[in-house]
């Protein structure tokens, strides 16, 4: 809390400051979070010896050239190339091994798309991510898109897949899908239709545990329908102006208050909405306490006004977040709410005139922040609420903040 405290006497003289220190916060945490998660992995060395390693898991788009790790959590980090690595592999996660394979050119880009059906093939050495295990191997090589391939036995030299999209003459898209020969040669399931397989991650994956299932179908868990929920208590600090106006009056119109800290205490409540768990319905009551004064003096009478606002109110935020992951415990977060707000004691002083609020109000806010395990923040942006008064008076006011928070039940 004093952290908050100090934040909000701060940033109350300069708003941008403010700015700049969130966008800060949120660079720096994805920096840290994001690029150094060193997770308990092995790799084997040309000479077939097996190191238990801490690797730096980086989820990697494009099939990986070398690796970083460290021989334990308190020792610096050190790296080595694809020629002195045979294999390496995260626990839990995946699994990279070496080859010298032949890698088709092609693109499947339009825009490059040559008239040869024939691939043309250069030989590399490279990682391939191994996805199945048995009689039949199925491993993959991205770089532009996916290549797959195939071997009987772990010692074997893994075969490309071969499919290739081309120009016709008539400017048509042909395509070369000699993978489905090739799997009918080497994986024969009699009462298999493999017209029906597509060059794609999820159909081959499932042929192939289909094939070293001796062609039977896998047993399949019962998909868990259960509703997944997540609760986190939060903190929020915002800066928020208040302009002021009060009707008739010339010399009350666009009072201008400056920028005062506003405190929110509450709680998130999520629905998770998708199987990788990236979508959730959000449902966020807060309680929030607002003061702002202005003194306004003018040369002529009524010579000084003052102006005071007093704004308590319980709010249930109502909305969307999506997850982008960036790595198994660090996410972006993006967050947006429609905002209902309950009024249960505002008032608006006019030369200590009391007006109470009129009516509650509705609002939209906006926020991106990150999740790191357990622990969540968020930059939020409220749009402009607009508040009226029973004796004529309104006013205006909208707003950044930070809110932290720790989640108590992961989905």
């Not at 772990?154 to 075969?159: A, G, I």
């Not at 009391?354 to 991106?368: P, Q, R, T």
């Amino acid at each position: 809390m004093e952290i908050l405290y100090f934040c909000a006497y701060y940033l109350n003289k300069k708003l941008f400051i403010m700015k700049n220190f969130y966008l800060l916060l949120l660079f720096f945490s994805i920096t840290l979070f994001g690029q150094n998660l060193y997770e308990k992995g092995y790799y084997v060395d040309n000479s077939g010896s097996k190191h238990s390693v801490l690797i730096n898991n980086l989820e990697w788009q494009t099939n990986p050239t070398s690796i970083e790790f460290k021989v334990n959590s308190n020792s610096n980090s050190e790296s080595k190339r694809i020629v002195d690595v045979k294999e390496f592999g995260i626990e839990g996660g995946d699994i990279y091994k070496r080859y010298e394979v032949k890698v088709e050119t092609s693109t499947d880009n339009l825009q490059f798309m040559d008239y040869n059906a024939t691939p043309k093939f250069i030989t590399k050495t490279v990682f391939l991510r191994q996805e199945t295990f048995g009689k039949f191997n199925l491993l993959v090589y991205h770089e532009n898109e996916d290549k797959f391939y195939y071997s009987k036995s772990e010692s074997e030299v893994p075969e490309p897949l071969v499919y290739k999209r081309y120009l016709t003459n008539y400017d048509a898209i042909g395509k070369n899908e000699q993978y489905k020969e090739q799997l009918e040669k080497n994986f024969n399931c009699a009462d298999y239709n493999y017209e029906n397989l597509n060059y794609n991650l999820k159909s081959l994956k499932q042929f192939a545990e289909y094939f070293n299932a001796d062609c039977k179908k896998p047993i399949v868990e019962k998909r868990d329908r259960t509703l997944r929920f997540a609760f986190t208590p939060k903190v929020g600090v915002f800066m928020k102006g208040f302009t002021a106006s009060r009707d008739g009056i010339f010399y009350a119109e666009n009072v201008k208050m400056g920028s005062k800290a506003l405190f929110k205490f509450g709680a998130d409540l999520e629905i998770n909405l998708a199987r990788n768990q990236t979508l959730s319905f959000i449902l966020s009551p807060m309680y929030q306490s607002y003061e702002n004064q202005e003194v306004k003096e003018y040369d002529t009478y009524p010579h000084n006004q003052d102006f005071k606002v007093n704004f308590q109110s319980v709010e249930v935020g109502v909305g969307l977040r999506y997850y982008q992951k960036i790595n198994k415990n660090f996410s972006v977060t993006y967050t947006g709410q429609a905002v209902p707000s309950l009024n249960i004691g505002s008032d608006f002083y006019y030369n200590n005139y009391k007006e109470d609020l009129s009516s509650n109000n509705i609002y939209v806010s906006f926020g991106i922040g990150f999740k790191y395990k357990r622990f969540f923040s968020d930059i939020r942006f409220d749009s402009r609420m607009h508040q009226i008064y029973k004796g004529g008076s309104s006013g205006d006011y909208s707003g950044i903040g930070l809110f932290l928070g720790y989640q108590l039940d992961k989905f």
